[in-house]
Nanobody, 116 residues
Framework: QVQLVESGGGLAQPGGSLRLSCAAS????????MGWYRQTPGKQRELVATITRGGSTNYADAGKGRFTISRENAKNTVYLQMNSLKPEDTAVYYCNINPVPRSDCWGQGTQVTVSS
């Protein structure tokens, strides 16, 4: 059974930092390109950052210079380090396969709220 479990969200002040984690099971994580996505109410889910199986990264404009995606294949885990957080980063964050997310891989996500 494929499972992606996100964690690490919470409440942060503007300018603060959070580190999200996504633990994968039931898939051959090490050969997959992965991505972090986020969604706010009433909006489509958007791609935040991607990392290839080889470790190459790419970022949406919203996170460039502030977010860092990384992976640890030995732990089947992908991370998203978020610095200099802004209120507009408030969203539920998900991980999934990239570039074509699997519908059966969407987890519960982890809520990130940036507010003073």
């Amino acid at each position: 059974q494929v499972q992606l479990v996100e964690s690490g969200g919470g409440l942060a002040q503007p300018g603060g930092s959070l580190r999200l984690s996504c633990a994968a099971s039931g898939i051959r994580f090490s050969i997959l390109n992965m991505g972090w996505y986020r969604q706010t109410p009433g909006k489509q889910r958007e791609l935040v950052a991607t990392i290839t199986r080889g470790g190459s990264t790419n970022y949406a404009d919203a996170g460039k210079g502030r977010f860092t995606i990384s992976r640890e294949n030995a732990k089947n885990t992908v991370y998203l380090q978020m610095n200099s957080l802004k209120p507009e980063d408030t969203a539920v964050y998900y991980c999934n396969i990239n570039p074509v997310p699997r519908s059966d891989c969407w987890g519960q996500g982890t809520q990130v709220t940036v507010s003073s």
